[in-house]
């Protein structure tokens, strides 16, 4: 088990390298000079100086080969500099530090409204399989799924923010303002999670545990509960756990939409005006998040599913 | 025991009956006015970047910019200039506080001004600044090492506003600005809003509402959400397609205004086919500015005949536009050498078709179909029209090697109100031979000649009759083609009375609304 745990984290140190690279080729073969549109994002003018210029490319290490500027900025990142936002003049940290509770804030509460519904809807389709029940959830699915969260965005704020008048319709203050957009993005990932659930759900009552469990005549109610949901939860919870990374991803648009300071907005608002250091930290949190998940997720497996545990060893 | 819990808790109940009945009046008294915009300021400090502060009403500077785009008294009631152009004088208000109650001074200003030219970065490098003085309380002496007649423009920029001392650490950060505005800054939450409230000792008109809740929101779309739901009054820089929306819904108010940013063609001069002028005349011609405008812009905008809306003091107001008159466009052409030898629909030359690349950008949604419609008015003459859209960055690299025939662009013209800068940067040969994004590669003896000598002249109606000839001569000579001039759209909810844009997006001027 040890070995395995070791393994996997050494895995993310060449997967941590090649994000890094990729992200500091993107930056850098992006159009453009990236010191003049700062002082053209900061000053305020078309026309940046040439002089501030020149001494804004020596101090970004812009005119240096490739591969010595990603070495400093490597070495810089590797010692906890993610460098400054020419924009706030804060550091790039605590930029990140800033945005990221409102991003898992908004996160986890997608999650549990994931959770919430597509768990108790998705056992009931696998009960009443090929039911009505069964048809709308899987209507509903397709629905959702091929719904733009722009779109899903706009519709959640006029009818709970406007015609309803229940929730705020943007913007900041308690945990009200995060119930729109955690249902926002949430709505994608209830659609494949409750297929998922039913999916399974059926799989596992087709056991022959079940089976046994049915004819020691146990009433259908305690079968679903003790012996099958337990069973039946393993892929969905694992399927979620990957997922909680990508609603990090999905909090882009929500983000701005709904103008909560998270992440999403954050890397949003630094890409347009061309922040750097601020864009390659918010490129690198979101990798090292999806990541970290992701090895939680593999670890959470090895627990739950034994037999995965024994091919590993 | 038991009588001593009672009197507790009939004191406890007084107590929240007391402080309910406290918040209730605060409430009934307290008139909150909520906007948004999409605009956040990057920081706290004014001098850094103070745009925010100066449109919110919670820091002032000596110059103010009125409604033409001229520079007015503000701090400063008054301005002279020495005859050799190298000191000026400015004699500030006696009447100002501070809002913690300072005196305003002229040492508050100097330091103030001393702080910004180093924390603003490049803003004021322009200015050729060889001492700040402030000989008495009222006075403030600005000595330069060569003339400078924009000076009193730079200082309506908002990084030049003046704080009291009190705003600062002990290392001399801006902790809290305290400014001498309308109103005064109580709080900011980055990228989520800004909170000012009344200055009730303000030396002009005091604001009608008591606190202003300035919140951020990047989407147009989640402003008119806002809007809609009654969670703000006022929502800024809307889109066309959402203002129609309100025009002929009760309960809501559509203002606009032709601010300072025009849309144009910049042709480039140094090859063919618009290194000749009639060529460059004839797209004018052959451009129907009233279309673009109705149906790409649903209305919002006005059509250019100048650099400057005809609204701003520097424009000049003489300029007659270029009509849309295809014939007398084939005529130039033809008149150019380009006809239609082999009836293919395409004017050629040599053997040379007439083919041309237009360059243009997303960024401003708008550009590209205005593009679209160009290119569709330039085949109407004979004119083969590629159109290559791409990101501001990459069309921008493009022109800078002069790999284009037609740059189309959304230019900004009064950071600082005063022509010098702008037409100095895309007029002038210094700036076209280098830079700007206005004239490409053109160069003008008299135009060259009339910006110089703009520059060394303190008389401001002088120097308005020499930018007034300098745009006449560059209408003429068409090295750009000027389509139409931006619409700043902002919906107010119909209780609010005199909200105002401003064209150069100086100030709100909150103080001067009220909710009825």
Known sequence: MHTIILNRLLQMVPVMIGISLITFAVISLSPGDPAEITLRATLGTESPPKEAIARLHEEMGLDDPWYISYMKWASRVLHGNLGYSYQTKRSTIEEIAYALPTTFELAFLSIIFSAATAIPLGILAALRQNGPLDHLCRLSSIISLSSPEYFVAIVFMLVGGIYLGIFPVAGTGGIEYFILPALTLSIGLSAVTMRIMRTSMIETLEQDYIRTARAKGLSRRIVIQRHALKNALIPVLIYMGTQFGWLFGGAVIIESMFALPGLGRLLVESVSSMDIMVVQGCILTFAAIIVLINLGVDLAQLYLDPSIRDQGE | MKKKEGFLFILLAFVVMGAGCTEQEQQEEL????????????????????????????????VGVNYEGKIAPNLAKSWEVSDDGKNW????????????????????????????????E???????????????????????????????????????????????????????????????????????????????????QTASVDKVIYRIMPEALTRKMLLDSKEIKIAMILSPE????????????????????????????EREPFDDKRVRQAVNYAIDREAIVTYVLHGYGTTAAGLFPTGFYWANKEIAPYTYDTEKAKSLLEEAGWTDTNGDGTLDKNGNPLKITLITYPERAELPSIAEVIQQQLKNVGIDTELQVLNVDAANSLRNQGDFDIFLVGRGLLFVPDPDEIMMTDYHSSGTSTDGWGAYRWYNESVDGLLEEARTTSDMAVRKELYDEAQAIIVEEAPVAYLNYYVNIDVTTSDIEGYRLHPTEYSLYLENVSIV
Do not use: C
């Not at chain 2, 809002?99 to 002229?106: S, Y």
């Not at chain 2, 650490?169 to 505005?181: F, M, Q, R, S, Y």
């Not at chain 2, 009760?250 to 001069?269: E, H, S």
């Open chain 2, 89 to 120: 004088t400015f004699i500030l208000r006696e009447d100002v506080l501070f809002h913690d109650g300072t005196p305003f001074t002229a040492g508050i200003m100097k330091n103030s001004l001393e702080r910004s030219l180093v924390r603003s």
């Open chain 2, 31 to 62: 008139q909150t006015l909520s906007i948004s915009g999409q605009w956040s300021p990057n920081t706290i400090d004014p001098h850094q970047s103070g745009y925010i502060a100066q449109r919110l009403g919670y820091a002032e500077t000596l």
């Open chain 2, 122 to 204: 490049s803003i004021f490098e322009k200015i050729p600044i060889s001492a700040i003085e402030a000989p008495d309380d009222r006075t403030l002496v600005i000595r330069l090492e060569s003339p400078f007649p924009a000076l009193p423009a730079y200082f309506s920029k908002a990084e030049s506003v003046a704080l009291a001392p009190g705003s600062y650490d002990e290392d001399g950060n801006v902790l809290k600005p305290i400014g001498t505005g309308p109103f005064s800054f109580e709080s900011w939450k980055p990228e989520e809003e800004v909170v000012v409230v009344k200055n009730p000792d303000y030396w002009g």
């Open chain 2, 242 to 269: 959402i203002a129609e929306e309100y025009t002929e819904k009760d309960g809501y108010t559509v203002l606009q205004q032709p601010i300072a940013r025009v849309r144009m063609l910049g042709f480039n001069t």
